[in-house]
């Protein structure tokens, strides 16, 4: 296959639509007439073919490859091909397979057996290519043709329930074998059965089919939920019968993927729909069942998703609902939270805190660090490590760092007009920032509106980020340079840190992280681990910061091992503008 993955961990119907994607099995107990037809096959076009010596394995074969068609050859030892065929035709999961007999083309009376047995089709031995080609091209073309009627649906194109069930038995299987969890979307049109009645089923059924369009569109284009390039992970829209579609999703590892999910589908049904001279408005109601957690069989999860669909529509209707009531609290909560989110630069709630970094020496302020808080609520201020990765998902965090940079720049801007003592600003920066190829631009911008000097700027950049694509990484410090800024790894010890690139990195500062500190000086392996990044640092020629220092035997540890610069609660949390100018004049004066 095109895509790599392995044939027999494909569903057996996704492959019927592609004939010469289809998996031909033969038995046959001579294994040079196998590889004979295997290498016609191959110059044909088919690609799939599992070739089964020994025809006392051939059922245990069968049930394994559930192949698209079998080549059966009728005398062998042991176990002969009349007997495979009449154990296919009793076995219900294959009664339907295409078996084409091979037999020497005089013998009248074998034809006929093998016919009475339920063969498909012959073919002559000695065997002849194109003959070959040739049966094997109409078996599975009217097995194509057999299987887009029993598996798709006529009206929308969809696949139908068998083919959604038999998605649905395999998207299980794949989630045991990989520990991970799936999802069903049961997507239920809301009061279609009024529309029907009062505008006639052949408006109805136009109607349905461009709702599947839609729905297709929204699951396709979204490169969020069909994020792997292996085809069968990938999702897509099912209808199960009148008004009812689903969607699968597999490897969901978190729950807010899935009502985001859910949230598009809704979405996609905004607009209204054009048939005819009618303007048809339409909303969903969707129900959502998690395996394993709601149900480990097949019939318990669709009872449960039928559940909550039920919920849904309950619910007021084009909303979606999971089957968990946890769940649907986690995804509500998570709802207002982004929805809030959204307005909070508007509404002011966002605010620049300020640590001070102190050089541990002279005990004075020395930089500073820009952290932001969002006060949700007269007494809720929400934590950044809860709502920036919040802001990344719903992609706002460029607009929102974009806000941040330009108060960081007006807010040092205006110190400076006090006469406060020049100090750098470090500001952090999100990955998805940081891959952004506007960056350089926007901060090019900030810093000419608020006349600010670059060299006061200084962005940290955590680790992992940086590791993750060294060779962009690399370039773009290197833009980021070019603008006068300086630039620091944040985290450092965290993200596996590639030594070599580390020498290569254009920067001019690493802060350790605050896990190394915590239990300083009394655990070794973090005593050890901190000496070596200060001994790393000092190679480099890098400014090294210790974060989240609390305690005054962890600063002097650091200081007697020769870190210079300390961040932490034990000299100062951070402070808003006001505190910290007031901060900076008491400590830099004495
Ligand atoms: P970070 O950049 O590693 O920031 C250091 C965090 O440690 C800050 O948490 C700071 O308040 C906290 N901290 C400092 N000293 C101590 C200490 O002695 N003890 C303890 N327990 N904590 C200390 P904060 O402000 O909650 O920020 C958390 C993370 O959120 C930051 O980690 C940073 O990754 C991110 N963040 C904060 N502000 C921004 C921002 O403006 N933009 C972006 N993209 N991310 C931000
Ligand atoms: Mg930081
Ligand atoms: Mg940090």
């Known amino acids: 296959m095109s895509n790599g993955v392995n044939n027999t961990e494909q569903s057996v119907l996704e492959r019927s639509r592609k004939p010469h994607d289809s998996l031909i099995m033969m038995v046959d107990d001579e294994p040079i007439l196998m590889a004979v037809i295997q290498e016609l096959l191959n110059e044909a076009g088919y690609n799939n073919f599992k070739a089964v010596k020994d025809s006392t394995q051939a059922l245990d074969k069968l049930e394994e490859y559930r192949p698209d068609v079998l080549l059966l050859d009728l005398v062998m030892p042991e176990v002969d091909g009349f007997e495979i065929l009449r154990s296919v035709r009793s076995n219900a999961d294959t009664r339907h397979l295409p078996v084409i007999v091979l037999t020497s083309s005089s013998d009248a009376a074998t034809k006929l057996k093998a016919l009475e047995l339920g063969a498909t089709d012959f073919l002559a031995k000695p065997v002849d290519s194109s003959e070959l080609v040739l049966r094997l091209r109409n078996t599975l073309t009217v097995k194509a043709y057999q299987d887009q009627l029993a598996y798709y649906d006529t009206l929308t194109g969809l696949p139908n329930r068998t083919l959604f069930m038999d998605r649905l038995k395999w998207a299980l299987q794949h989630a045991d074998r990989t520990r991970k969890s799936a999802a069903i979307l049961n997507i239920n049109l809301d009061r279609f059965k009024n529309i029907n009645d009062t505008l006639g089923p052949r408006i109805g059924d136009a109607l349905l089919a461009q709702i599947a369009s839609r729905l297709t569109d929204c699951i396709r284009m979204d490169a969020y939920i069909n994020y792997s390039d292996r085809a069968e992970l990938s999702s897509s829209v099912s209808r199960l019968g009148g008004d009812e579609f689903s969607v699968i999703l597999h490897e969901v590892s978190r729950v807010e993927n899935t009502s985001y999910v859910a949230r598009r589908l809704t979405q ?31 019939d318990e999860l669709m009872k449960n998703v ?25 995804s509500e909560e998570r709802l207002k939270l982004e929805t809030d989110l959204r307005k909070a ?12 970094k102190i050089e541990g020496a002279s005990g004075k302020v020395s930089g500073m660090e820009a952290l932001i808080r969002w006060h949700r609520s007269e007494d809720n201020t929400v934590s950044p490590a809860d709502f920036i990765p919040v802001a990344e998902q719903m992609g706002q965090i460029i607009p929102m760092g974009n806000w941040i940079l330009n108060e960081v720049c007006r807010q040092h801007r ?29 901060l090019r911008i900030v810093l000419k509106e608020h006349n600010m000097d670059a060299a006061s700027l200084m962005l940290e950049i955590t680790e992992s980020v ?9 370039q773009t410090m290197h833009d980021i340079k070019g603008l006068g800024l300086s630039l620091s790894i944040d985290d450092f010890g965290t993200g596996y840190s590639s030594l070599s690139y580390l020498k290569l990195f254009p920067i001019e500062e690493l802060k350790i992280d605050r896990s190394f500190i915590v239990d300083l000086p009394d655990s070794k392996s973090d005593a050890a681990i901190v000496r070596a990044i200060i001994a790393l640092a000092d190679g480099l020629e890098l400014d090294l ?4 220092v609390e305690t005054e035997q962890q600063m002097r540890f650091l200081n007697e091992n020769g870190c210079g610069t300390i961040q932490g609660y034990y000299y100062s949390k951070p402070l808003t503008a006001d505190q910290f100018r007031q901060f900076v004049l008491e400590r830099n004066a004495a």
């Open 268 to 298: 996609s049904m905004i607009d209204p729909f054009y048939i005819d001279e009618h303007e048809i408005f339409l909303t969903t109601s969707i129900g959502i069942a998690l395996y394993p957690q709601d149900g480990r069989e097949i």
């Open 466 to 474: 940086l590791m993750g694509d060294v060779e962009g990484s690399m």
């Open 414 to 442: 205006e110190w400076m007009m006090d006469g406060m003592d020049p100090l750098k600003v470090s500001v952090n920066v999100s990955g998805y920032q940081f891959s952004d190829k506007d960056l350089c631009n926007s």
């Open 545 to 548: 910061v210790a974060e989240g």
């Open 306 to 330: 039928a559940v909550a669909t039920e919920y849904a529509k309950q619910h007021g209707r084009n909303n979606y609902q999971f089957y968990s009531k946890e769940l649907n609290a986690m």
């Open 345 to 356: 630069i508007e509404r002011g709630q966002l605010e620049i805190y300020y640590q001070p």
